[in-house]
């Protein structure tokens, strides 16, 4: 079993920066892919960004692909989002995910769906 403890939400003011980060408890095993959603009022949770736990291999959703920038140390068992040039529409409930089933090494899945642990999400809010 693995939970998840995100932290470092807030409000930032357009332009701005936040990170956040996503503590895990229990093993995190090669196999796992990690993933960033967010979820803003009235709309479907949304990929963002994902990251191999073994090889550190990512990927981002184009809405945040230069701004935004996922990673992970294995040694704190934590994965980070580091989130720059932020913009109202960025404001959102960020959630972490962990798949157990992710191929090792590759980049892994955007399905929502696929995740099987999420945390607990915390909330980012970005003034205009």
């Known amino acids: 079993q693995v939970q998840l403890v995100e932290s470092g939400g807030g409000l930032v003011q357009a332009g701005g920066s936040l990170r956040l980060s996503c503590a895990a408890s229990?093993?995190?095993?090669?196999?796992?892919?990690m993933g960033w959603f967010r979820q803003a009022p009235g709309k479907e949770r949304e990929f963002v960004a994902a990251?191999?736990?073994?090889?550190?291999?990512?990927y981002n959703s184009d809405s945040v692909k230069s701004r935004f920038t996922i990673s992970r140390d294995n040694a704190k068992n934590t994965v980070y989002l580091q989130m720059n040039s932020l913009k109202p529409e960025d404001t959102a409930v960020y959630y972490c995910?962990?798949?157990?089933?992710?191929?090792?090494?590759?980049?892994?899945?955007?399905?929502?769906?696929?995740?099987?642990?999420w945390g607990q999400g915390t909330q980012v809010t970005v003034s205009s």
């Open positions: 995910a962990a798949d157990r089933d992710a191929i090792t090494g590759a980049i892994p899945t955007t399905e929502s769906a696929e995740y099987d642990y």
């Open positions: 229990g093993r995190l095993f090669s196999s796992y892919g």
């Open positions: 990251i191999s736990w073994s090889h550190g291999s990512t």
